[in-house]
């Protein structure tokens, strides 16, 4: 069975750190683009980071640029995103999917592999 599978959220204060997961199954993320997503209820969906599975070039929203990074451990079949300097307007559930990549442009479609998402808060 395909799956990717979210962990690693949680909750924190501002100014602190988390590392989120995204562990494939059934499949091998090598060649895969990943890419995280954020979603706050009410709010349309934010692209957050995006690492290809080509040459582990690496993008990221302008919100997160500095504070986050996306890298691939390809042996775990995982992709992880790293969140340090955290702000209270990074609370939201956070997603990872296969993802297509073009120029700048990253994106993806209810037709790529998504997790279940993990929520994070920063709250003091």
């Known amino acids: 069975q395909v799956q990717l599978v979210e962990s690693g959220g949680g909750l924190v204060q501002p100014g602190g750190s988390l590392r989120l997961s995204c562990a494939a199954s059934?499949?091998?993320?090598?060649?895969?683009?990943i890419a995280w997503f954020r979603q706050v209820p009410g709010k349309e969906r934010e692209g957050v980071s995006c690492i290809s599975g080509r040459d582990g070039t690496t993008y990221y929203a302008d919100s997160v640029k500095g504070r986050f990074t996306i890298f691939r451990d390809n042996a775990k079949n995982t992709v992880y995103l790293q969140m340090n300097s955290l702000k209270p307007e990074d609370t939201a559930v956070y997603f990872c999917?296969?993802?297509?990549?073009?120029?700048?442009?990253?994106?993806?479609?209810?037709?790529?592999?998504w997790g279940q998402g993990t929520q994070v808060t920063v709250s003091s």
């Open positions: 999917a296969t993802a297509t990549i073009f120029g700048s442009n990253w994106w993806a479609s209810a037709d790529d592999y």
């Open positions: 059934g499949f091998t993320l090598d060649y895969y683009a």
